[in-house]
């Protein structure tokens, strides 16, 4: 019988994690201070983040090393599985190879615990006692929680309402870890009380998730902010799932013609795809596609332009593509692709052509979903089910053309937390997004003065 | 650093399981029909089960080989990791070693899909068109759900009302993998019916699920039931968990002192305990610690001798601890521990004094649930909570004796499903329970004209 699962001990895990601001074949626009609007300095960032990870933002060495005490964390799930999906394939009758990278075998259920131990790690190192942080769909704020506690950082999780409110055992799981969690847009905040003077009803956004839990943060020395994506430092960490697939690839005897994963922040695509992108820079052929859903298209209908990573305008100005600070997506069950903006590492290689982005409705990715479950057994999220989405597209293109492609997807993480939106799915609640041009030009003319990439 | 987990590749899943009735040093007491209250034949199980799993029911042969099929989807899990519990050693400052079992990977998140896949291939390969079952806290019914989309057959799960209104995810995750559900006592059936005509309120209990699902299940040919624990082809096809541990704990460089597990019908423990008491019965030293709720003490408080294994009396008699087939458990959130009775092998094997048996109130049993969130990192079921809580109490007292022991122990589940107990627990709304010897009495009472053993 054929092997189902390609395994690594944990003496192959990675020992450093990949870089790919090392290998870029274009140059970076600098990121600016929100204030001054002029390039930034570690001193700026130095209220936000400890000084390790300040370095590693801007890091242009090629692989970085993975402290000790964070190899030993990963051990708890590291290496993941990497599966091949026969049953997906003979389920959608392809011809084609698919494999997903099982991430979603961390306690915390997804990829996220990658970049959360590091960085609990380097801000206990350098003493720093709380950490603040945002959550979408409850996926990074657990991973916070999880992370912190094995660090001794006391942990403070800013919940965007609409998933507070649609997962409510998510809050459960990240006070078992000893986290304490708010929905925002909270009254804990300036920014959160603004918000809701405003609109009472707020169902709440990242943007204005990060306003609050960086608000918390820069008010207390010895309390520090931490971001789950979209920052250089986060893909950094999450190239450890690329980097193990890559060995488990070769245990396969395969090559993926196409490497795919969701994208709201960016960091899981990023973390299965760079290292792959690596070869491709050097001549190899591979085709990365980034999937987003439609009520939030920030790679496929964004600018991009230089913007806020908040809706508060307190983080510094990125070049990204964007939807526009204070955009709002509406409330579609993929709760962490709900994000303005995306990393700028992404965003970049998206615009120079080495990554493609698509996007999709959710019951097109739901139907998905379902496929994967009743074939593969494991419930997706819904932000995992976009990349299935994809795959199986992809699958079926390959066979229209006649051609057999080998096809590797980052399953970023489970769906336990996520069964109300398959009972909406199932009891035929689910709509469908209709995007609006107008609110996004209107979102876009805000950002218009802001300096030009 | 020290391996945290001990993996073995796919090739080295067992091929057999482990049948402990080819080397029991006693008779067991022979099963009885419930109308005649003579020893049963094949021909009176047949409307329940196919006849490969009756066979197994009464089968002496040491090992049974596991079909190819059954294999294949073990597969997607399987072999499960075996941990070297480190963190939590150090959080407990114990000297002993820990290790755990990790069946909670299995997509439906328990050890039950090892039993369930094995079911529903037997029965689809017999012509069988529809399962029915009972389920408790939902960790059996997901499993049949998984095993029954797998070989195309249709699911009916009656869930224990208390844990269907307490775990509503689980019935998205049934429904995910297209089985369909009811909250038991339900109107579904005569039974069922009947109950709610003296009690609208009965919160249910597995007896009266079981009965529900039998109903079904006699009245077509097409359709059988399913049991996920007690019975002895269940047993047996758990025990892929323990000849994987014992392969795994030789690579470890170890042999448990002590083997533990959780007891609602026993499948669990056995799996985890009998390849390891089969060692016993040929002369090594070993405890076996059978651990369940006081609120359902089977083994602790219940009475050996024959009973129906359901409330409506539509199963046969069997010879097993029992707390009287008409004992209904208070409402505790371990779902999963409250069945009256237990399985007749573990049974006789705690009579015999190969197994012993102890109880935990649930305050103390979640307070071990966090000890080890905080520490390992998994979230366990209320179910296996209770394994974790006797391995601490063995650790320390061992250390209190000055001594170091091997303790391995069944993570039989994780506890995804159960968060709003760990509310309860937080929010401190979980009660100790109050067991009524009186009543205990009273059911027993009930069972005093059965055939004697």
Redesign the interface.
Known sequence: ?D???F?L??SEMPKAWYNIAADLPFEMPPVLHPGTQQPITPDDLAPLFPMAIIEQEVSTERFIPIP?AV??IY???RPSPLVRAYRLEKAIGTRSKIYFKNES?S?A?SHKPNTAVAQAYYNAKEGVKKLTTETGAGQWGSALA?AC??FGLECLVFMVRVSFDGK??R???I????ARIFASPSKETACGREILARDPECSGSLGIAISEAVEVAVADEKTKYSLGSVLNHVMLHQTVIGEEAQQQMKLAGDYPDIVIGCVGGGSNFAGISFPFIKDKFAGKKLQAIAVEPTACPSLTKGLYAYDYGDTGKLTPLVAMYTLGHNFIPSRIHAGGLRYHGASPLVSRLVKEGFIEARSYQQTEVFQAA?TF??S????PAPETAHAIRATIDEAKKADEEGVSKTILFNFSGHG??D??A??AY?SKRLEDNHFSDTALQKNLAEIADLPKV
């Open positions: 019988m092997q189902h699962k395994i001990s944990e000790e190899q030993e051990r708890i799930w075998v306690p259920g999880l506690n094995f409510p055992y809050k459960s799981m006070e078992s870890w000893g379902v479950a009743r593969e057994g494991i419930i336990h937390f069964m109300s398959y009972d199932f």
